[in-house]
């Protein structure tokens, strides 16, 4: 079995720790390697601290080169990528694919912001004690950033937090998530042959007991979430002085309108519910169809439902494969069993195989039913009729998320209505919620999240203004 | 006596719990009003979220027309606002002057800034699977703030929250100080009339246990307190999910090089360290002069600080006056006490007579006493020579703190190392750390704080974005 | 007679030239007045000149505090900024009282923006090159601004030459028409005591031989032209080494949908064809309806059309009076003849007395009619059915001019089509081409103009940028 | 001799008119290529009017990508690229490596700005009726560009014409230099492979009454000319409609004061003025000292003068060499001989061998002669004491022309001073007038030019606003 070494301070170590990492869709090892325990962790932060100052002094030319050495370095061995994320989060080929190449994008626009960092020229003579005085505002990196990524994603997710810290001149301690840690392990190969200073970025996969330092230790300075909501905002409690940036989870809403391209809404909102088996975010969850086209709408969908294409990952033409774990699979049979008993029609899936649960569509839920109430994380969804377009969108509004929602329409009023009342982070006009691309402003609202990501939008959060008021003189 | 009612939802209200606010100067009541109970507080909350929704959709020039208004009534009853200040505050007049000017400037930006709000347009087609999209990025109100000020600007420090509020569109609960509640409450009655709907604001004294709901309540979005580090730090643990901006203090520094002009700079570092007896957050409280110059300087800084007239607080001709109460003037004596044993230099001052304690100027000072290494929130100044600059750099960064920073110099070299150096939120070259006007970014570092205020910067932290990506069609 | 001085240099003339200003509407005098000479001129550019410096480096306070002066004494003085606006251009009191709102609103943002003048800090250090170089760029006036105002909108015209140059430290000489220049003249009252330096803006009427010093007088930096295209290019090719903007006609069209709210569109085209009888650049002279809704349309429009109140225009009932001059209607006249006499169709109007011309709708004319290929520049509209949206939009671009045009549909495919589509300056969604607010940027693409006005965007054009590189030293 | 197609509407063509490109310093052909004639520009224009549209709506990530292509390639055969411009320049073989070098640079940050071109989102609800309107600006490209591009910068002054029209979405036809088309035309096969539609660049050399075209041509709309003033001010009196943007020359001043690092400045300086022969727009031609460290270092800079090392062009090791040709050595000579003969003293120099005109020092100079008053274009420089640093700045305005100036300085106050008062596009403070990076703005005042260009700021010249008015519906 492959051995892949954890990445602290510039160096590559085992621990006395193992982890073995198995390939959800067969249960076979993908490669061992370890836990970092308290000692490594620390290294890690005194490195990472003692590179600082240096950090912040890096020219743009360097991290410019630095972040696009590391795209490169992707570009070149993407299918070695690939495969590695394939196997260890059972994440069908062409969407690990997907992820691959946005993380390549995600660490070009991180090289191309690093030469923008915000800055401020601005007068300050607006009232006669300001006069002969100017403010020059320039953005000083925050200190050092402990990054913790999920399953789900594990490269993009990670570069989300790795190439804004690298833009920003920040130190990053990245925690991966236990399950699917070798993508980001991956990386951290190109990352170690940039040109860095040594300890700029660790990799390590913890325990949640040794990776709570991460969140409750004083020397770090800004804390990056990504994962499950009730973990999220405990952090946050715990989080003493530090900032902490939240992106959690929803379950997100879509409204289909008469005037909507019909057939353009059906594959959308197919890709929408079921890539990556719905443990997604964004995931659509919640569609709700104008009356008069839902039969259409739902026969469409059904159908294109069950020639989706089950699977091993590896398969490029697998549409859908396992969960990233059985309990999760049960968990999701747990949640659409009760909707079932409880009145609910499903109008196809059900039948768990071990982790595989196969796409389901839902209708006659209520509410409260946790399939539409919470957040499934699995390839479920809800599909209901509504007759007025408000209603519809107090629907969508009607949960404790609000991460993304897509409406499809031709109608400008539909359109202005959901942009101003969807109370979530972003409104996908003609799209699944599910829609985004790396540069744009991303997060949650309510119970969504804290801040936003996306990777101008991160690097303003690893920096803090400092300004340098001028008093002229000549 | 006068009897001030306080201001919930919309209404002018008296409560059961009377509140005298005195004259620091002269023990004299300045005028009774009240605490606002639990129940208070509720009926302000609740009103505050009903109009949530109106005010967000509030055009930008009812906005405007409002914040002009609470502007120009300031303008016309200046006269009052400033007595009233001065007597609650013990702030000799020609400060509170020029604190209620700053009020009515920040309404006034506000106003413009309200017109302003951050929007962005951007494009989404930077991969092949962005194309056709683009994405209009609006940022909406945050929710309900909660706002809370101390008592030594008790006017614009409270305006600094409100004012932001307003033009941002989120309503506020603004908790005065319970030693000079007057101010904002006088405020409030500008308010009343300026057309805003029905508890948009409220200003209510309150107890700590009832303003604590304000820090811990989930109906509140966002708190933003400025105060001691120690109070807000602890209330940023105790937030729950709201989003936290805290304007904390620190022990500003102050640096002269042998190219400043001298004259200019003891000028400056008088006001900076004795304004309002230093009760100021970016108060000078440590000035490292270079070796050459220290006596010339500390001769004419200590002469000059003998002529400072004291006096009432109402008599523009009045320099300095009365600290906030007794309690603080001891605390200072005793500081001042403890250095003058442990070995420091009194160079002037000293002679505490009840709340008036003089202006003072230490050196000989330790880095570790309590007048140079915490707040002194008092009329204290150490006065240290030093040899080279970077030294004198490393003494100011050597401080829990980091708030503002002044250096005086005419070398291009030493303003670019301060700027790169300084580990604070504002460095200030020739003037004092003290130097703020009310639309530049303003916050500190470390244990200074978390975010800025100034108007814009405060409404983009009462902001969140949403997204519209919308598919292109045609 | 009331008799009204010139304002050169700082101070208020008489010329040997007189200039009687008469009332379009019943052809008495509204005041006397006279032409600048060359001496005149003269006096003005070596004064504009002699301030020049001294303009550049007001501070931003007192920019703020000239233009909100002026911007006061227009609102304290209104009814008889409308009244001379009134009488001498004939327009309806309704349509004067909007101008002068108008342009109290061009010189309060003006004063805003003079606050906010474009300021760039920029990283030089994107190639090693550039290590440890940054830039921070200021705009610095551009110089003498040369303005030349149409009759049409004497006040806000004149304003929004004015304003901008005012906000961007610019002396400027504005020539107002010579129908129309008492607007402008009676705000160079409110100019001389807003505290300006002595110089900083003239306003003199002089024939065209004098003016055309304007254009070709090297001491000139930048010209701004409003008014005919002929005119406007011409002035292009003699303007020698100066920056030129013009801000010229156009034939503007709109296009109706059957999702647009009809009676809106209806009443929106009604003021846009009909306002100051159509003597507007963004006047909607060709309206294109939708084969199914054209009856309906065109019933309703021309009902309301013959509803419209002619009159004197000092009654505030009035909605239409007469053209600026009799020439102006007898060619307006002229051109209508032509078309009818070709084959259109008069739904309504015709019938000129003396300088008035009825509001009139043509319709089944030809793209060659004068009426449709020409700026008419008078109250006639043609109204013309469509089949396809798309030829409604290449018949809208079908001109050499390219100002504004409207569009009014409730289909977001259709907006976007217009947006990318129109090749004007400004598509306007659901509402008139003539739709303008004085701080968005407004031009005209193809022949009706070059660069962009708005407080702003003239502003920017009034300022030419110049870098400092600095290379940190420490 | 190797025979080198032009690039005209896709295709690479030869024409009737042979054009012999020689290498200045030894006489010999480097190619052989072609001048278009009206029919092959004709062709040209045509084409890229017929791909105007289909340009304009490329998405960013195509363009991206082709500027992307168009720099790799550029970097995979950057000896090749280099060498022909040594070759057909006579350009050192250092300073023909640092152009293809920024040339690189320059078509990359052009890509990223493909990505980022101009757009505004904007509230327009300032006034009542501007109620519920918004306003979205977008940038449409401005139409076909033309481009002519000087000898002395044959491939980076061509590419800051070529990459922004490509970035903005313009067609371009480039004109180069005829003494230097062999860059250019090494470039266009670059492009040719780019994936961008056929005939969206060309690249023609041509007779300049062929050229004259370009600029009195209505099909274009931008013509962007780098070369001397008289012919760009000429240009713009003859340019009709179009837009004009002229980068001319200058006589550039630099101050060196007694707080400079000395060496420092007599380094740069040396670069400054005897880089390619002086044969730069931003040449340091007249350098002003104080008088106190005149003798030292005006001995270190004649010292280091004469140990330049004379050369072959594509010797790495080579300083200085040949002239463009003979007749610019001849005028330099005449220009320094009649200095000499009216009382200017040599310090280093003279003698002319050829097209070789050496590295010349004088000293004693007049500001009326030649050699100071215009664009010497040729190694020489004038060395003259000040003694206060206002009459020194006084002497850099001292000019015609104001492109960019050079002081070196270790005080604020003299930084500040010549930031305010020379009148100049870019004060370069510790370096040379010939500092330029290919993303700053840059740009001459008065003679020297009309607009900036820099990456960014060539893009935003070559399009133009156009705003959708959007009345909100919901």
Known sequence: MEEVKIYAAGKFLSSREALIVTNPF???????????????????????????????????????KALKYIADFMENKKDRFVSILCRESGKPWKYALGEIDRAIQTFTVAAEEARRLPKEYIDLDWTEPGEGKEGIVRYFPVGLVAGISPFNFPMNLAV???????AAGCPIILKPSSS???????????????????????????SRETGNHLVTGPQIDLLSFTGSPEVGWKMKAEAGKKKVILELGGNAGVVVTETADLDHAVNRCLQGAFAYSGQVCIHAQRIY?????????????????????????????????????????????????????????????????????????????????????????????????????KDAITEVNDSRYGLQAGV?????????????????????????????VDHMPYGGNKDSGLGREGVKYAIRDMLQSRILVKYRQY
Chains 1, 2, 3, 4 share one sequence.
């Not at 993508?183 to 200073?197: N, Q």
């Not at 109608?411 to 996908?428: K, P, S, T, Y």
Request: proline letters at 7%; one cysteine or more.
């Open 26 to 64: 067969n249960g076979k090892p993908v490669a061992r390697t370890f836990k970092a325990g308290p000692e490594i962790l620390d290294q890690a932060i005194e490195q990472a601290l003692a590179v600082k100052e240096e950090l912040q002094g890096i020219p743009s030319w360097k991290r410019y």
């Open 160 to 166: 989300h937090k790795i190439a804004p810290a690298i």
């Open 180 to 206: 699917t840690p070798l993508s980001a392990l991956a990386l951290a190969r190109a990352i170690d042959g940039s040109g860095l200073p040594c300890g700029a970025v660790s990799v390590l996969p913890m």
């Open 289 to 389: 169809v104008h009356e008069n086209i839902f039969t259409e709408f739902s026969q469409k969908f059904v159908s294109k439902t069950e020639k989706l294409r089950r699977g091993d990952p590896e398969d490029p033409e697998t549409d859908v494969s396992v969960m990233i774990d059985e309990d999760n699979a049960r968990r999701v049979e747990a949640w659409v069993n009760e909707a079932v008993d409880n009145g609910a029609q499903m109008l196809t899936g059900g039948n768990r195989e071990d982790a595989f649960y196969p796409p389901t569509v839902l209708t006659g839920t209520a509410p409260a039913m946790k399939v539409r109430a919470l957040e499934i994380f699995g390839p479920v969804v809800t599909l209901e009729p509504w007759h007025t377009y």
């Open 408 to 436: 499809f329409t031709n109608r400008i009023d539909e359109m202005d209505h959901a942009f101003h009342f969807l109370n979530v982070g972003g409104v996908i006009v003609n799209d699944v919620p599910g829609f985004r």
